[in-house]
């Protein structure tokens, strides 16, 4: 029974804020970075310790109220919320300790990417996230993790060395090789589904001045540089990650005038070997394909690179997003995308593709939850706007892009790169052949399946 005793209790428990309904806080509070999400939890525990969060688990749990976990809040179909259930908002636990002897370092699951590329980079060390510094450490890891560095050095989860977990009974564990592997085995790619992480402990490398940037060029030529980069990808160092995307040049300066508003294809890359040598390898590619309208790699901090789009993407847009992994890109695909990337709805709706090549392939499949280390390529479709009257436009064109190229792809997508309205047994179809297991974690450390805001793997005892 929620009544002001049971929630006075609470409330005194907690280090942190407990925000109700009522609070003045609480519109800002519920707010997620997709603006086309609206959720209104009845309670938000904004948790500062670890203690904060066993209270907020048990109380939600033994008040049988439904419990999403927020680590940015950054997740497409927003969860990292829910409706009229608790909200257990890591946002203030935001510590990153790097030890630079080990190089590991340890991260609160508050933190953005771009808190860990601040801390890290002051010792010339980056540990593998995505491309927008605002993005929640916690859901990316426990998603998977892809980026820049994933070619060199693997996903966010290949980089993982411990987690720290707060279990459905209230219950803490630290994960590892060593310590509940099976728990460890199923935190990295398989979400939000076995506890809380309280702490994250990662390996870092030396990376911290890239040779870095974007290369755009008309959509009249994207064919070409498609299939040109399609084929340099294979043979291209793993010190260069690079991926592709169908954008338009945005309508504001420094963009070339000229070209303000006109669908384009882009690749997008950093390397993070000497700056001459990526400079002569991406003249390798530029020589293959059409004079860009412009390219602005250069040598840069690591940090700066990871942030270059965060000021196009605040929080509040509009955000519709499909996925596929992709394991081969044959001249008929490219075809379908240029034609169904050209119908796009909104000057900031694009399709990438994230390689997934390199370091991912010398980890075995059955060696964490990720179970797509056989693609190429992740592939994203989404549709962006700042106007939520253009919702269902995002929402129309993302669904029929990714119909239309489905077939040429995997079965399976990134969890990350999806929404909550997937046909049913998508999220059977990309764990495949780790699927069964992931299951079996779950009913040993959520029987009740008490964390299922997610992309939910349901329990079943093997
Ligand atoms: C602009 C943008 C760019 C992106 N770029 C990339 C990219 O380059 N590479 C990439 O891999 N992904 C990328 N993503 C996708 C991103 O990985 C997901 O949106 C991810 O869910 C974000 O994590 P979060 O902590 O911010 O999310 P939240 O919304 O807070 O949470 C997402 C999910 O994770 C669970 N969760 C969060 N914290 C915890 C925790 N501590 N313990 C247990 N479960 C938890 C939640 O229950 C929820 O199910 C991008 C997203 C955006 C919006």
Redesign the pocket.
Known sequence: MLNETTLGKFKANLRGELIQRSDERYEEARK???GMIDKRPLLIARCVDVADVITAVNFGRDLDLLI?????????P????CDDGLVID?SMMKSVRVDPATRRVRVD?GC?SGDVDHATHAFGLAVP????S???????T??????YLTRKYGL?IDNLLEAD?VLADGGFVTASQSLHPDLFWALRGG????????SFLFQAHPVSTVYAGPIFWEATHAKDVMRAYRDFLQTAPEDLGAFVGLKTVPSMDPFPKDYWGRRACAVISSYSGPVEEGEKLMAGLLKSVPAPIFNWMGAMPFPAMQAL?DPF?PKGLQ?YWKGDFVKSLPDEAIDTHIAQAAKAPSELSLMHL?PIDGAVRRVPKDATAWNAREATW?MVITGISSDPKQADALKTWGREYWKSVHSFNLEGA?V??MMDDEAEGRVQATYGDNFKRLASVKAKYDPRNL?R???NIPPTAS
């Open positions: 997620l970075y997709n999403a976990i927020r680590g940015g809040g950054h997740n497409g927003g969860l990292g919320s890591l699951p953005t996230f995505g491309i927008v605002t993005t929640g450490v916690a859901g990316l426990l998603g998977g993790g892809t980026g966010t977990v979400g939000g589904n076995f506890g809380v992480v309280t789009f993407f955000w994230y992740s990134y990350n790169f964390f805001v997610n992309q």
